[in-house]
């Protein structure tokens, strides 16, 4: 009587599992790679580099969901578009928010992976 339970159990817990990594791997592989390859010209282009930027990614996605970064990305980017429309993002406190936001998340970074 016990081993319908216990199945029934593990395909719970085995659901719980997957939809909790899901939420934790919401980071795309092409964003992931493109934040490494970007970390890895800042920070020297060795093996060790890999490593901290790859640590770094995953710290950074554990903290801030996809679409915050996206939006703190596009901050960045947008903020350096000269006139009104750069100033835009240069000045918005949601902007500003999201860079922050991002910044936190590089810094606990820094610390766990460099």
């Known amino acids: 009587m016990l081993r319908?339970?216990?199945?029934?159990?593990?395909?719970?817990?085995?659901?719980?599992?997957?939809v909790r990594a899901q939420e934790v791997n919401d980071y795309p592989t092409?964003?992931?790679?493109?934040?490494?390859?970007?970390?890895?010209?800042?920070?020297?282009?060795?093996?060790?580099?890999?490593?901290?930027?790859?640590?770094?990614?995953?710290?950074?996605?554990?903290?801030?969901?996809y679409d915050r970064y996206v939006t703190a990305e596009t901050v960045?980017?947008?903020?350096?578009?000269?006139?009104?429309?750069?100033?835009?993002?240069r000045s918005s406190e949601q902007a500003a928010n999201a860079l922050n936001d991002l910044r936190r998340a590089q810094a606990e970074a820094e610390v766990r992976c460099f």
């Not at 319908?4 to 997957?18: N, Q």
């Not at 970007?38 to 930027?53: A, F």
């Open 30 to 65: 092409s964003a992931r790679a493109e934040y490494v390859f970007g970390c890895m010209k800042s920070n020297g282009e060795s093996r060790q580099s890999i490593e901290q930027c790859s640590c770094s990614i995953d710290v950074v996605a554990s903290i801030i969901p």
């Open 4 to 18: 319908p339970i216990v199945a029934v159990l593990a395909v719970v817990a085995g659901t719980t599992i997957s």
């Open 76 to 89: 960045l980017s947008m903020a350096q578009v000269r006139g009104n429309l750069g100033g835009q993002f």
